[in-house]
């Protein structure tokens, strides 16, 4: 039986397994999914063991995206592009990485048939996940795009990062209201709102008197799965998307470059569905 490993630490209750032995299975594919914990001392022999002609390829998560990037044979553009590798294909014995959350984004945003040609956007946080949507936004031809972040060092970084790639500038606290009512399109890649331990997940990124005045706000939470964000959009009559479509679309690419067939994508989304509601 082949297999492939996510890698993360703390090992936490992720939907990919689900989502992803659904899609072998429906494919008939001998492959299982398995959540693998890797302490960061010890990524660099569970990369090695990912040569293994069984092992597949793996998924790669907090906090292992950036630091696996030197430990692979090639990097693909995008990969090489945000600065971190969240899917792993061995290919021979050979290690490739890609970064699937930013073709996994864009095809979130096909979905809600929304063109970010010359629009404005914000995006509301700074580390893995704001990194991605903002490369994508890009490469995708935005006007401009605004990052926030709690920690302002963290959204200066990254737009001087992607300055070579378009408009892009780190927006301070007192000027977010302004730029955020100005926005044609609100991304919140922060945690707030997040059902976790501890946490209230009534908690928003933006307050909703802050909000676009028109367009569209997703929010990368998929738990739950209307954030008071994104119930404060719809209330204010914008369309609203959570991060369940980028979850199924970043799975479903990883799978094709696994496996080389098509991801059967209602399958995946539906096990995702069931495992939140159970
Ligand atoms: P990360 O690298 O750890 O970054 C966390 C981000 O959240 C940082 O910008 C951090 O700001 C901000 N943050 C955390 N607590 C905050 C608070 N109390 N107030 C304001 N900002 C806060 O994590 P990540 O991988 O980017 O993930 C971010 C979110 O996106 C998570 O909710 C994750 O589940 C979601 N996500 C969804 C998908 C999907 O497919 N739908 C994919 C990836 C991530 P500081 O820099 O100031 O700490």
């Known amino acids: 039986m082949?297999?492939?490993?996510?890698?993360?630490?703390?090992?936490?209750?992720?939907?990919?397994?689900?989502?992803q032995n659904a899609a072998f299975e429906r494919l008939r594919i001998g492959a299982r999914y398995l959540t693998r914990e890797v302490p960061p001392g010890e990524l660099p022999a569970a990369v090695a063991g990912l040569r293994d002609p069984e092992v597949l390829g793996a998924n790669v998560t907090l906090p292992h995206k950036e630091s696996v990037l030197p430990l692979l044979d090639a990097v693909s553009a995008e990969a090489r592009g945000v600065g971190a590798v969240n899917t792993?294909?061995?290919?021979?014995?050979?290690?490739?990485?890609?970064?699937?959350?930013?073709?996994g984004f864009m095809r979130s945003l096909a979905d809600l048939k929304f063109?970010?040609?010359?629009?404005?956007?914000v995006v509301l946080g700074a580390g893995g996940a704001g990194r991605a949507v903002a490369y994508a936004l890009l490469m995708s031809g935005s006007g401009e795009v605004l990052v926030h972040n709690r920690g302002k060092e963290r959204?200066?970084?990254?737009a001087v990062d992607f300055s070579h790639l378009g408009e892009i500038r780190a927006v301070a606290s007192d000027e977010l209201e302004t730029a955020a009512r100005a926005c044609d399109l609100l991304i919140n890649?922060?945690?707030?709102?997040?059902?976790?331990?501890?946490?209230?997940?009534?908690?928003?990124?933006l307050p909703a008197g802050q909000l676009p005045a028109a367009g569209a706000?997703?929010?990368?939470?998929?738990?739950?799965?209307?954030?008071?964000?994104?119930?404060?959009?719809?209330a204010a009559g914008?369309?609203?998307?959570?991060?369940?479509?980028?979850?199924?679309?970043?799975?479903?690419?990883?799978?094709?470059?696994?496996?080389?067939?098509?991801?059967?994508?209602?399958?995946?989304?539906?096990?995702?569905?069931?495992?939140?509601a159970g």
């Open 217 to 234: 706000v997703i929010d990368l939470v998929y738990r739950p799965a209307r954030t008071r964000l994104l119930r404060d959009a719809e």
């Open 2 to 19: 082949k297999r492939v490993e996510l890698f993360a630490y703390p090992a936490w209750h992720s939907l990919s397994p689900a989502m």
């Open 238 to 276: 914008l369309v609203a998307q959570n991060g369940l479509p980028m979850l199924v679309y970043q799975g479903a690419e990883a799978f094709s470059l696994w496996t080389g067939h098509d991801a059967p994508a209602e399958v995946m989304l539906a096990a995702a569905e069931a495992m939140l």
């Open 155 to 158: 959204a200066e970084r990254l």
């Open 189 to 205: 890649a922060t945690s707030v709102g997040l059902l976790r331990e501890g946490m209230s997940f009534d908690e928003t990124p």
């Open 88 to 103: 792993i294909v061995n290919r021979g014995g050979a290690l490739e990485g890609h970064n699937t959350d930013v073709s």
């Open 115 to 121: 063109d970010v040609n010359e629009r404005k956007v």
